[in-house]
């Protein structure tokens, strides 16, 4: 939040002589008659039924539920013409008011799921940015605050970046600025009351892709933030009109607003304190009408009631890809997880929109533990040149901005997001994925931490593309270098639980942040094309030379490939015990990245030599039979009639959906030397690897299971020698 010095506070209270009078204060001054339901229509508010304007003594509705019609909208003028009437204000240089502490339950617990993996190490194979640009930089658009609060979403043509209190729209195919910066206010010139005299950020953008339309919003309010204001763009061309819209939410300070798209309403949560802004009320959801808020008509949002003190923030589930959910299905809330849960709770606004709304819990699947970060201070996070008093927040008390759903062809539910821990003494990304988080039942399908290093890394947001590859961004610091802009992460056919992929820089800053109340933003944003569902749009905060109030901000794109080329082939053996061998057989399309998993490609295998039955099967999805080996998952079991120590078995790997050349992949196995003594014995364990058509070798070869960077007994599988054009 930006909080405004009490100077140009009563200034601007002063100044604000075109006031609005809200629903609220007809309804506190007994204006619920049909008169005054007449008044409301002739100010261009929804009429709405007596019922429905008794808000919580409406016994359809879930009890403090609330339905309040925007107290004012319009359509603008082109904002390519309004930018150039809007004349900022010259505020002070300030620094963003702190958010105010959360208290919750959480109990700290050793983190089980922190990953370790070698593989991102050793071969990182994430792909490197595409476009890679400066965004809006300090003193920013309408005030000389900090941080930014970066934020932004790409459409059909165009990228719009929002920050603390300006935002600028671009060219999608070339970065170059097509509108801005510009005042946020400037979207609400001639709209009067405190959507246009005092806004005070917290800003959010989204892009409706069911309608190709954008949406944008911040709070206002005369001495705390009791308003959101919203608008709509009337095309999917956001340098034109806009329909704007304000709502009063009450006299509490209203803070962190988060809004999400989703075929029936736009929601929205927040978290609430009293007015003073000293003690915590509780996380709020809110639902506005999409439906007449995309034809500039007048709209109410419904709000429920605050789930009270002891909750932790939420937030709601955003829509990504171009499939709906079911029809009908709820919105999906998640709380920040201090329970040891992730609590899902269903908001749903009834047909026709503010039909009694309810909000209720759905289910609470097991969340992994973790230790919270920042909890004493929030200078927790160093910087070079910045660690004790100028080191920044990690903000690790909440979910950060976006909760992505996204729906597959095959049925699936994917609901990905993240939040910031304490891992091994460093800020780590623990990052999840909800599936069936609409009907039930809800579960974490996988769920990690991501802290493959001693290097800090928080302030993450997580998306997922059309093809189920998900990514991350984030910033990452220490006490030896600067803030920087990363990513990570991981192809749907890698192993469940890794960012294996890797990790690449967006931009590296060249200075650190002093001051501004340790403050590092409040949340950053990575978005997915909607043309092609698979660029991923990244935009964060960095300093450019250390000090204070002079934070920049970068754009810039990436995206995993979409035809895979050359698959790298290795497999890992364990003996399976009475007679039988399991081989796991990963296929990536990613070159020389050792031992993925593979459930998406169809594999067409030969088996030969040694006494097993030949055969060919396709394998699709990890399942299929054919002649004596079985499939489960990844796994392929395979009888080993008579089989005698150092038996070789063969596997020759005649297409991959066209990803390996026409050339086949021979893989033979050898029971090899487990124990390291130089010889192989009875029940040793190992393997050596031979490749033809990609002319790719290996020999003794064994995995450091235990991450200690030797290979002890037992050890299986760590390469040793490889050569060829396959790694």
Known sequence: MNAQTKESQNKMKNSNKFRFVSFRTFLAAGFCSGAALLVLTALGVIPITAAMAQGSKNPSLQKGAQLIPSYHNDLSRPLRDLVKEWKPDARQQREAAENPHIANDHVDGPDPVIEKSWLNKLAPHIPAPILNFDGIPFPGVGCSCAPPDTDGAVGSTQFLQIVNEGFQ???KATGNSLLGPSGIASVWTGFGGVCQSNGDGDPIALYDQLANRWIISQFAGTSVPTDECVAVSQTSDATGAWFRYGFHLGTNFFDYPKLAV???????????????????????????????????NAATIISMPLLGSSFPPMLPANLDGSTLPPAGAPNSFVLFPSSGTYRVYHFSVGSPFGTSPTFTLFQAPAAAAFTQLCTATRACVPQLGGTGSNAVDGIGDRLMHRLAYRKFSDGHESLVGNFTVSASSVAGIRWFELRGVTSGPVTVFQESTYQPDTTWRWMGSAAMDGAGNLAIGFSASSATINPQIRYAGRL??????????????????????????????????????????????????????????????????FKFPTTPALASVVSRLTHGGAGTFDVNMPLTGTPGVEDRLSSTYNIVLTFTNGPITSGTATVSAGTGTAGSPTFSGNTMTVPLTGVGNAQTLTLTVNNVNGLLPTASVNLSFLIGDTTADGTVNAGDIGQTKSQSGNAVTASNFREDVTVDGSINAGDIGLVKSESGTGL
């Open 169 to 171: 729209v671009f060219d």
């Open 262 to 296: 989703w075929p029936d309403a736009y929601y929205m949560a927040m978290n609430v304190f009293n007015t003073a802004g000293t003690s915590f009320l509780g996380p709020q959801a809110f639902a506005m009408d999409r439906t007449n808020m995309l034809l500039g």
């Open 492 to 557: 749907a056919t890698d192993p469940l639980n890794a960012l294996s992929q890797g990790e690449a820089h967006l931009f590296d800053g060249t200075g650190s942040q002093t001051g501004t109340g340790n403050r590092w933003g409040d949340y950053s944003a990575l978005s997915i094309d909607p043309v092609d569902d698979s660029t991923f749009w990244y935009t964060q905060e960095y300093y450019a030379s250390t000090g204070t109030f002079n934070w920049r901000t970068r754009i810039g794109t």
